[in-house]
């Protein structure tokens, strides 16, 4: 279990690494959703996502104890934030990634400076690599969620929210694999039980939401949505606890409200957020979280984005 005093420690143990982003409002969006609109700009954060705050939590630790190497199985944000964070603290980092791993990302993760390896198709594939370098290597696996430290780093969010902003009503975060809302639950709930927290998910990526429905880790085939962040097939062990016994509810949105809520904050409020950020936007634009005149803070949890794909996105 993660707790509010574990998220505290990791601010502490993260700061020098992370940037504590801003909270953008739009009167604009305020007015065409019916709520007061803020924005936790995770996607102007190091790496271009939240990712990094987890990351740098976990990857810190195991320098501490001695890894002389770390290890992630992810081509996407969580590759990204490890490679960076290995290479700030001086420890090599070997990311294993698919096949056909686009070369956007593999060129951001060259810039940090990590090794790459490629290996098979899908996570099963990978993460039998991953730990086998680990092993061979006396390193550490840094994994993209199911995790306490990670689960604490991404709560660190959640810690800001608090700070930033006196009357919050609803939290919007987006569910991967669940690790930024059960850090965002641990950290909010813990301390103002009132605001009601949101998890939103693509409707061809709902594990979450039928894993709650079924009360239990509930596995779907693996989809194609566009919110490449939030593909994950199930639940953590360690996140679903903590999303089952906090979470108010969750909400699906559809790839066309995806698309639209992105050209929406693109065009309105001049900011670049890649799908899997967009989701929470996509609820509050069509009226997933039946609320009106409140404080609504939607997360922006990341902006990487090959901006090729804007055009075909852009309606
Ligand atoms: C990883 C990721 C998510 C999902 O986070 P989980 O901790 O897996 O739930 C959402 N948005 C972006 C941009 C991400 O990179």
């Known amino acids: 279990m ?30 065409l959703f019916g709520n007061h609109m803020f924005f936790k700009a995770e996607h102007l954060q190091q ?9 740098t939590n976990k990857v810190k630790q195991a320098v501490k104890d001695g ?33 056909d791993a686009n070369q956007s990302k593999l060129n951001a993760i060259k810039a940090y400076h990590g090794s790459i390896e490629k290996c098979g198709y899908t996570s099963a594939d990978r993460l039998p690599r991953a730990e086998a370098l680990a092993k061979e290597n006396q390193g550490v696996v840094i994994p993209p969620y199911d995790d306490p430290l990670i689960i604490a780093g991404q709560g660190t969010v959640g810690f800001e929210i608090l700070e930033q902003l006196e009357d919050v009503d609803v939290v919007v975060v987006p569910i991967g694999g669940g690790g930024l809302i059960s850090g965002i639950l641990t950290a909010i709930k813990e301390k103002k039980p009132s605001i009601k927290i949101i998890g939103v ?29 939030l593909r994950t ?10 999303v089952q016994h906090y979470i108010d509810d969750v909400v699906l949105v559809r790839e066309p409200e995806i698309k639209a809520a992105l050209s929406l904050v693109l ?22 979280i039946s609320v009106h005149n409140k404080n609504v803070v939607c997360v922006l949890s990341g902006g990487n984005v090959d901006i090729r794909l804007i055009e075909t996105m852009i309606q």
Do not use: C, W
């Open 201 to 229: 998910e693509p409707d061809t990526a709902q594990d979450t939401f039928l894993s709650l429905q079924s009360g239990q880790i509930t596995s779907i085939p693996p989809t194609r949505t566009i919110a490449d962040g």
């Open 67 to 99: 890894a002389s190497l770390v290890t992630a199985a992810s081509s996407g944000n969580h590759g990204q934030a490890v490679a960076y964070i290995a290479n700030q603290l001086g420890i090599p980092a070997t990311i294993v990634v698919p096949e």
């Open 233 to 242: 097939t199930h639940p953590g062990h360690v996140t679903f606890p903590i």
């Open 47 to 55: 790496t271009g996502s939240f990712k990094i705050r987890g990351a």
């Open 2 to 31: 993660v707790t509010f005093e574990a998220i505290k420690i990791a601010r502490h143990t993260i700061a020098d690494t992370i940037n504590s982003t801003p909270i953008l409002r739009s009167t604009q969006l305020s007015k």
């Open 267 to 288: 065009e309105r409020m001049k900011q670049l957020i890649e799908p899997s950020s967009a989701v929470t936007v996509a609820a509050a634009m069509f009226n997933k």
